[in-house]
């Protein structure tokens, strides 16, 4: 903790239980051209982008684990999954590979497999080094708040998808990250965006 360069300000965001939450318009324009091109899953290659982007920013990789400060190697992503007949939506964990077909051959495999779940972590196991996404793909929101506490000296990383829409000739995704305050500040939200939407223009991974 002393050789942490924010730990003023992590003691004092844990103690109160503050996190940072933004909500943008990405352009998934490109992104979705390709994504039909290659006959890929848009969900799988959004989150392949969001765990490369979030991985790029240090201050994502911060935890805590047994009560210590610890930052991991790589954080990889959960994310929600809908049974169709349940109407509810359940939890999911693809194991992170070298290059995105392989990754999105094996989400494309998850998702068959637990597609009738009933349960909100069928695999049981999750790792711990991750962060969460939600997929609403009803919804084209101007904003999204879980109102979810970090109590029990926790740390907090949320990002959640909405519906995109056209407008003006380019698709636009409202994209909310809520981030346990502790670790990142408006700057690193800002430096989040500003690479992914980078990303998403390249349209590659």
Do not use: C
Request: no cysteine; net charge negative.
């Amino acid at each position: 903790m002393n050789n942490f360069d924010r730990a003023e300000y992590f003691q004092y965001f844990m103690s109160v239980g503050t996190t940072i939450e933004f909500t943008v318009k990405i352009d998934i324009t490109k992104t979705l051209e390709k994504s039909r091109e290659e006959n890929t899953h848009l969900q799988s290659r959004l989150l392949f982008q969001l765990y490369k982007i979030l991985n790029s920013i240090e201050n994502f990789k911060y935890d805590i684990l047994d009560g210590n400060l610890i930052i991991w190697e790589k954080i990889v992503p959960t994310f929600s999954a809908f049974n169709e007949q349940t109407k509810l939506f359940f939890t999911l964990y693809v194991k992170m590979k070298e290059g995105y077909p392989a990754f999105d051959m094996e989400y494309k495999q998850t998702l068959k497999k637990y597609a009738g779940s009933n349960v909100i972590v069928p695999q049981e196991i999750l790792p711990q080094n991750v962060f969460n996404v939600s997929f609403v793909p009803w919804l084209h929101f101007e904003h999204f708040s879980s109102n979810t506490s970090n109590g029990d000296n926790k740390i907090i990383k949320m990002i959640t998808l909405g519906k995109y829409a056209e407008m003006n000739g380019r698709f636009l995704l409202p994209l909310t990250i809520q981030v346990s305050h502790a670790i990142v500040d408006g700057y690193h939200i800002s430096l989040f965006f500003n690479r992914l939407q980078e990303e998403l223009n390249i349209a590659e991974v």
